[in-house]
């Protein structure tokens, strides 16, 4: 078997929800990062690309279903790289990463570009199409930014509740307090506002140009409140319950974002085709899926898993990037793990940086590779649960640690 590893990351800045990305389509901010980490591979001929995977979460708007594809041509990439679209919901790009993995590992490819996308923003509202002609009620347009739609009557109720209502019910079944996820939410601003001013950012992200002389250049995460403490975010309302059971609110759950991530996987060889050496090879993945309202909690059982395959044990790791889809869905799989927070996004999450659904995976990918090189570190976890009952998980090695 071949060995897989990563060369090179980056992603753009995340955008918030009608922010300063809203006016670019999610094909072009795909198509950026597309291109830049071409542009970084000095020794690469395009046309030696095995394969483009992005994931995306929605695919029901201007991705156009396939977004890799549209990416890669957008790109000006050769038209001979083919691009195929990966859709596991908040872990669709972690996926791509991981079908691109064991491609390499069976020499199926040396070089592999993978990320993913989404434009939360831009997500399209669907008007379904009627079981017969010219219906005579009025019909409902659904929102695709989020969450589940159109579902199917045969699901149970426990199951379709929302991902709010998800969480309080996790919260609950691990005596979360509020208190509790209001300290981790600001934990996740004060890093991640830490790390852009030590520049850890710097080489992880493109600016993304205005789509206008009247537009604004983002060049950091657009949902970064620095201010934030556990103080402050306490005074917000809850959104999902109201009275005395009710924990989850706004700050204390990743925001809704646009924004693009993407990654070089490839094999031993790929340091010749690209001009670049590995950060860090890919030694471990995991699936996993429970009841969907748990959702939050899958991430425990994918990054054992991985861990396992990997031939190595919490006790070994030194990093991890869990995606902060809300602050209880994280504590409860900390506190199952038994980590210590410290080693847990150094260099803050979700609830901060942002959410983009499709692009969040290989976001939590390439900042913990770049965290193991920067750090002499040797093992690390980058893991994100997912909608509707899964998580995935992936274990890196950094075979150039000290010590």
Known sequence: MNQAYVYDAVRTPFGKLGGALSGHRPDDLAALVVRTLVERAPA???????????????????????VARMATLLAGLPVSVPGATVNRLCGSSLDAAMIASRQIEVGEGDVLLVGGVESMSRAPWVLPKTERPFPM??????????????????????????????????????????????????????????AWDEGRYDDLTVHVPPVSRKGVELTRDETIRPDSTPESLAGLRTVFRTGENATVTAGNSSPMNDGASAVWLGSERGAELLGRQPIARIAGRGAAANEPQFFGEAPVRAAETALRRAGITWDDVAAVELNEAFAAQSLACLRQWGVDQEIVNAWGGAIALGHPLGASGTRALGTLARRLQESGQRWGVASLCIGVGQGLAVVLENQDARG
């Open 44 to 66: 690469l001929d395009p046309a030696a690309i095995d394969e483009v995977y992005l994931g995306n979460a929605n695919g029901a708007g201007e991705e156009n279903r396939n």
């Open 137 to 194: 009620q009025n019909l409902e347009l659904a929102n695709t930014t989020l969450g589940w739609r159109l579902v199917n009557p045969e699901m149970p109720d426990e199951w379709t509740v929302s991902l709010g209502e998800a969480t309080e019910q996790l919260r609950e079944k691990h005596g979360i307090t509020r208190e509790e996820q209001d300290e981790f939410a600001a934990r996740s601003h004060r890093l991640a506002a830490k």
